[in-house]
């Protein structure tokens, strides 16, 4: 028996996916228009690109990643993990992490099918199309394949030593003695 605490993010988790896919090889049949097909495909990949990396991770694994610039201006990768307690065993379901593990996989797995494939039998016009699927995909797969094994730091510790910083720098900062 399927129990989902969140019905819709595990909806939304597979359906701009699946839908990206789906609209790539039925486009031909579908529509004349190679333009509209592309634009919707983008489209569909940018959607579950946003959904994926922004609420569906955080909500069904606990997972999130993000990129952040310093003051010096260097760009920083952010990997968290929710924090294993009690209460987020509550709020994560087994089934959710499931369909969220086999959607991340298995869709870049196809588009990096659909690379060869456009490749091989020389429809370079798709080739743009797919390349943004691997991209866009496999950027949520990396990101969250960093998560769940790099990311040590908790949600928790992350805002409090973001906090402290913030704090310290308040405290210390250039106009602060002046």
Wanted: glycine share 6%; net charge positive.
């Amino acid at each position: 028996r399927f129990s989902s605490r969140h019905p819709v993010a595990s909806f939304f988790h597979l359906f701009f996916r699946v839908s990206a896919i789906l609209v790539y090889l039925l486009c031909e049949l579908l529509s004349s228009s190679f333009i509209a097909c592309m634009v919707t495909i983008i489209l569909l990949l940018s959607c579950d690109f946003w959904t994926v990396k922004n609420i569906t991770g955080r909500l069904m694994v606990g997972l999130r990643w993000w990129n952040q610039v310093d003051d010096d201006g260097k760009s920083q990768w952010v990997f968290e993990a929710r924090k294993p307690s009690t209460q987020a065993k509550k709020v994560l379901s087994e089934a959710e992490s499931r369909i969220f593990w086999l959607g991340l996989i298995a869709c870049p797995i196809m588009w990096v099918i659909f690379a060869f494939s456009t490749l091989f039998s020389f429809k370079i016009k798709w080739l743009a199309v797919v390349i943004m699927g691997v991209v866009l995909q496999g950027a949520n797969l990396y990101g969250y394949v960093k998560c769940k094994v790099g990311g040590k730091k908790t949600l928790t510790s992350m805002a409090t030593s973001y906090l402290g910083q913030q704090f310290l720098r308040q405290q210390t900062g250039p106009d602060r003695f002046q």
